[in-house]
């Protein structure tokens, strides 16, 4: 029976895939059709399953590129913040602080500049995305997984989300605790950049 329309067409990749014992294969549909897409969750499965040390603490998949994803959510993470840099599988050099605006241009000129890995989609992640890399760790700095996000800074990171009942504030998060507040966007604080689809 011929196949049309684009789900159809996923639906005939996948079936052609779906018994391969190569994870790249799993990639290159990912790739092709979305994060979110109609076997991604089984894609990431068949991934997890085939290359399991790729995977750091079972969470984030290493990209050996200086960036990981998030087998939950799906988000692609730079391992470092604006103002290192990503040598040797570690990161280099000083992070940055920005205030608000000037986080975000950061964002857009990191683009404008090549990006990284490939992408030039990058950009500060929402409140919620932020929250999913806090790891409570009772008195130990920073609170996020080291071994994914190894030299984080103990201090606040800017997200991209606004206070709705504040106007000209924004959230941010405080890696040395894991506290998560809404201040004034004048303050300067440290940039992590996402990509992928946007978690509200």
């Known amino acids: 029976m011929k196949l049309w329309g684009k789900t159809s067409l996923e639906q005939e990749y ?16 990912l790739k092709k059709y979305g994060g979110t897409s109609q076997y991604s969750g089984l894609a990431w499965n068949s991934i997890k399953r085939l290359v399991p040390d790729r995977f750091i603490n079972g ?9 990981v994803i998030d087998y939950s959510t799906r988000l692609q993470w730079l391992r470092f913040v604006l103002g290192q840099t990503w040598e040797q599988n570690a990161s280099y050099g000083e992070h940055h602080f920005f205030d608000f605006e000037a986080a975000a241009k950061a964002a857009k000129n990191f683009n404008r500049s090549g990006g990284y890995a490939g992408y030039s989609d990058w950009r500060l992640p929402t409140i919620n995305e932020l929250k999913t890399l806090v790891v409570n760790k009772p008195y130990h700095c920073p609170t996020i997984d080291e071994v994914a996000f190894p030299r984080t800074p103990c201090a606040w990171h800017w997200s991209a989300s ?11 998060i405080d890696f040395g605790t894991g506290e998560t507040l809404d201040l004034g966007c004048h303050k300067f604080c440290a940039v992590r950049l996402v990509r992928g689809n946007m978690l509200e």
């Not at 996948?14 to 391969?20: E, T, V």
């Not at 969470?59 to 960036?67: A, L, P, Q, R, S």
């Not at 606004?162 to 941010?172: E, T």
């Open 59 to 67: 969470v984030y998949f290493d990209n050996i590129d200086g960036t």
């Open 162 to 172: 606004f206070a709705s009942y504040v106007k000209g504030n924004g959230w941010m």
């Open 14 to 29: 996948w079936h052609n895939i779906k018994d391969s014992q190569d994870h790249a294969d799993y990639f290159e549909y």
